[in-house]
């Protein structure tokens, strides 16, 4: 339809409203149908009220993977039952929301537009503001669903699309300090199961695995230690491990290699944080490390992460297990704050394949190309 993918999606300015608001949020970006109510007191204190996820991993599992045209479908199949149990379990009709936030990218575009458009239909027929959410920024704020957490905090997104070092001051007020160059480290989680035979989705396999694993045995490749920057790379480690996949014979092998690859993907993360923690610490007194997005799941990734905060002086804080993957309670809980500043979206809000939370900065310095469909990161 021609929507201009490198510009703000349709946000407009309105009377901020007072009081408690109370959002439903929809999330359909990749193999997750979800929609949530969540309540926001004007002191920044977040209630939820339901959250409904529908997995398509068994839609997918033959394949190995996501394959979009199949999430689309089942996105269109069971948006409407997700809605109307979130709706029920929090005990509310349609007239005592105050809004209605949607996931309008980055995602597959097919399922964004699914609960994009569900989310215009409900705005529309009920008379409420609509809010376009990006979904990182969801994943950015989604630790404030378990917490009271003040603003400004270091934010590591770690997901299986994205890997981000985030200054985080604010809802819409975000700066990038490093991303990755190439794969996210979800995705080499789960490619590198797949070589492995894990079955999808390969992150938590691979995570059960290393559990009876010695890591030590496999000496795998360290991407970037020549750079001073706060960027990762994890395709040299992808490669290196699905080579040495094949060669694994038995199931100790197997898991002496999931252990390698997970304890290399930690020390990353961690490297890269500690090199972003002591930058922010030049710059703020507030001291907030802060880990969200899928892999923030991963329980040897949360203690590496939290061993290199503390020794940075910084508190750390990751959302709860529930709101580390992908939800649509983040994403109400973003709309809501948007709302609350009286930001809502036009009804016209493209579903963006691309959209990155630091967009000047994406255009400005890209590490991807940028193409038709907008930067990438």
């Given at each position: 339809?021609?929507?201009d993918?490198?510009?703000?999606?349709?946000?407009?300015?309105?009377?901020?409203?007072?009081?408690d608001?109370?959002?439903?949020g929809?999330?359909?970006?990749?193999?997750?149908?979800?929609?949530?109510?969540?309540r926001?007191?004007?002191?920044?204190?977040?209630?939820?009220?339901?959250?409904v996820?529908?997995?398509?991993?068994?839609?997918?599992?033959?394949?190995?993977?996501?394959?979009?045209?199949?999430?689309?479908?089942?996105?269109v199949?069971?948006?409407?039952?997700?809605?109307r149990?979130?709706?029920?379990?929090?005990?509310?009709?349609?007239?005592?929301?105050?809004?209605?936030?949607?996931?309008?990218?980055?995602g597959?575009?097919?399922?964004?537009?699914?609960?994009?458009?569900?989310?215009?239909?409900?705005?529309l027929?009920?008379?409420?503001?609509?809010?376009?959410?990006?979904?990182?920024?969801?994943?950015?704020?989604?630790a404030?669903?378990?917490?009271?957490?003040?603003y400004?905090?270091l934010?590591?997104?770690?997901?299986?699309?994205?890997?981000?070092?985030?200054?985080?001051?604010g809802?819409?007020?975000?700066?990038?300090?490093?991303?990755?160059?190439?794969?996210?480290?979800?995705?080499?989680?789960?490619?590198?199961?797949?070589?492995m035979?894990?079955?999808?989705?390969?992150?938590?396999?691979l995570?059960?695995?290393?559990?009876?694993?010695?890591?030590?045995?496999?000496?795998?490749?360290?991407?970037?230690?020549?750079?001073?920057?706060c960027?990762?790379?994890?395709s040299?480690?992808?490669?290196?491990?699905?080579?040495?996949?094949?060669?694994?014979?038995?199931?100790?092998?197997?898991?002496d290699?999931?252990?390698?690859?997970?304890?290399?993907?930690?020390?990353?993360l961690?490297?890269?944080?500690?090199?972003?923690?002591?930058?922010?610490?030049?710059k703020?007194d507030?001291?907030?490390?802060v880990?969200?997005?899928?892999?923030?799941?991963?329980?040897?990734?949360?203690?590496v992460?939290?061993?290199?905060?503390?020794?940075?002086?910084?508190?750390?804080l990751a959302?709860?297990?529930?709101?580390?993957?992908?939800?649509?309670?983040?994403?109400?809980?973003?709309?809501?704050?948007?709302?609350?500043?009286?930001?809502?979206?036009?009804?016209?809000?493209?579903?963006?394949?691309?959209?990155?939370?630091?967009?000047?900065?994406?255009?400005?310095?890209?590490?991807?190309?940028?193409?038709?469909k907008?930067?990438?990161?």
């Open positions: 339809m021609g929507a993918y490198s510009s703000e999606t349709g946000a407009t300015t309105a009377p901020a409203p007072g009081g608001l109370t959002v439903l929809l999330e359909t970006s990749c193999d997750e149908t979800a929609a949530s109510v969540v926001l007191t004007p002191d920044g204190v977040a209630t939820v009220l339901s959250s996820v529908h997995s398509q991993i068994d839609d997918h599992a033959a394949f190995g993977g996501v394959v979009p045209e199949i999430a689309a479908r089942s996105h199949e069971m948006i409407d039952g997700v809605v149990r979130a709706m029920a379990d929090a005990g509310l009709g349609y007239g005592e929301l105050d809004g209605v936030a949607a996931t309008a990218g980055p597959l575009v097919g399922g964004v537009m699914v609960g994009l458009g569900f989310g215009k239909a409900v705005a027929a009920r008379g409420l503001p609509l809010v376009a959410v990006n979904h990182l920024e969801g994943h950015a704020v989604s404030r669903l378990g917490a009271q957490v003040d400004p905090f934010l590591l997104l770690v997901s299986g699309g994205h890997c981000q070092l985030l200054e985080v001051r809802i819409g007020d975000m700066s990038r300090l490093g991303t990755t160059i190439d794969d996210a480290a979800g995705e080499a989680f789960d490619k590198i199961a797949k070589a035979g894990l079955g999808y989705p390969g992150g938590p396999a995570e059960r695995m290393a559990e009876d694993g010695d890591g030590s045995r496999f000496d795998l490749p360290r991407a970037l230690l020549g750079r001073k920057d960027d990762f790379s994890f040299g480690l992808k490669t290196a491990a699905s080579r040495l996949a094949p060669t694994c014979e038995t199931d100790q092998d197997r898991a290699l999931a252990d390698a690859v997970q304890n290399a993907i930690a020390r990353q961690s490297e890269r944080s500690d090199r972003a923690m002591a930058d922010y610490a030049d703020h507030h001291r907030l490390f880990v969200a997005g899928g892999v923030a799941a991963n329980k040897t990734v949360r203690r992460l939290e061993a290199t905060a503390a020794k940075r002086g910084f508190d750390f959302p709860p297990m529930a709101y580390c993957t992908d939800n649509a309670a983040m994403i109400a809980l973003a709309g809501a704050e948007r709302l609350q500043l009286g930001l809502v979206s036009d009804i016209d809000a493209p579903a963006r394949p691309r959209w990155p939370l630091d967009e000047a900065r994406a255009l400005a310095d890209p590490v991807h190309p940028t193409g038709r907008g930067a990438k990161a």
